[in-house]
């Protein structure tokens, strides 16, 4: 089973930043398109940003302005950037391919947004 293996989250106060990490493994990271998605609790995962080989990006219109993603093939790395961070960006955030893949889920990092 490959796993992500993510990073960065933490709490912080709304309007705040935070950098999540994504290390995974250099055959699955040089083939594919990759993504964050989040989870609410009781919800599915959904899709947050989204970074192709070539460096385009895509992101859901409830983050657009305020999150980058990128990427660092040197590390099989997958970054997002997190600006004005607000309560209800408050999940878990797991990164994958695009599509997901099941076995490719990690344990994912808890992003709290709370003053």
């Known amino acids: 089973q490959v796993q992500m293996v993510e990073s960065g989250g933490g709490l912080v106060q709304p309007g705040g930043s935070l950098r999540l990490s994504c290390a995974a493994p250099g055959n699955i990271f040089s083939v594919n398109a990759m993504a964050w998605y989040r989870q609410f609790p009781g919800k599915e995962r959904g899709l947050v940003a989204a970074?192709?080989?070539?460096?385009?990006?895509t992101y859901a219109d409830f983050v657009k302005g305020r999150f980058t993603i990128s990427r660092d093939d040197a590390k099989n790395t997958v970054y997002l950037q997190m600006d004005s961070l607000k309560p209800e960006d408050t999940a878990v955030y797991y990164c994958n391919i695009v599509p997901f893949r099941v076995t490719y889920w990690g344990q994912g990092t808890q992003v709290t947004v709370s003053s």
């Open positions: 970074i192709t080989r070539g460096g385009n990006s």
